[in-house]
């Protein structure tokens, strides 16, 4: 796939995301010369209620395997991009391929974390609190997903992101906050396969994937950096934390040699 010569980035998006969820920093990146490709997760690009019925156990090896599989038609090795829980799912690609470097923004816990925080348990405790949840696809609610995501960013924005959000897998949920009843052990990252640089972006007053769980994944890897931004939520994406993160990526880019014709 492409014959561009550029380097390629693959874009992970997270819980909820629909199509459209990487449009601008997929621009930002395209316009530094980088050959980006911004897949939906598996039955993201269906309206809601489809989805959910195609989705509610959906595995993250699942959506994981959708991107090795793309990874494996690229000519070069890719930067990969995770957000949230397309956090955790770039790490479990990245340790079954060959990539250039890894950037993770407030990525979701792998297995054997702490991620038992009272903001944490306040956003999920509904889902979790259903019979056989992990058979159930997860759907967003207006009031949970601005406390938990973005009090911080404008309403405006967080209410047109909210109209396209679609369903989430129930069983990927379980597999991330109940790993140790998960036999797959599907959200079990093995640190040691992933060699190349790594870089861990989190909001300081994130609240859905609280900031030591992004200190501690980048203290897993041997080469890796973390960057924490005051007074910044989960939104890392768009608007001004699109802005920022991209204040960071662009210089560890640029050491690392990270260039568009790399």
Known sequence: MSASGKQPVVL?????????AWDAM????????????????????LPILEGSRKMAEVSLTDYADDFVELIKTLEKPPIIIGWS?????????AQRVEHAGLVLLSPAPAASMFAMYPSM???FQHHFARWAFWRKPLIPEWETFVWG??????????????DQLKAE????????SMWFLDKTKASKVYPERIKGPVLVIAGESDRIVRTPISR???ARYTNSEFIGLVN????LVVGEGLQRVMGKLDPWLAAHGFNAAN
């Open 149 to 162: 995501t973005g009090h911080l960013t404008p309403k405006p924005l967080m209410a047109e992101i909210f």
């Open 12 to 20: 992970v998006a997270g819980t909820f995301c629909y199509p459209e």
């Open 232 to 235: 910044m939520d989960h939104m």
């Open 169 to 176: 897998s129930g069983r990927a949920y379980f597999e991330m």
């Open 121 to 123: 348990l306040r956003i």
């Open 216 to 218: 501690r994944t980048a």
């Open 85 to 93: 829980m397309g956090g955790l799912i770039a790490q479990l690609v």
């Open 26 to 45: 997929k621009a930002e990146l395209e316009q530094r010369g980088f050959d980006v490709y911004a897949p939906p997760l598996r039955y993201h690009d």
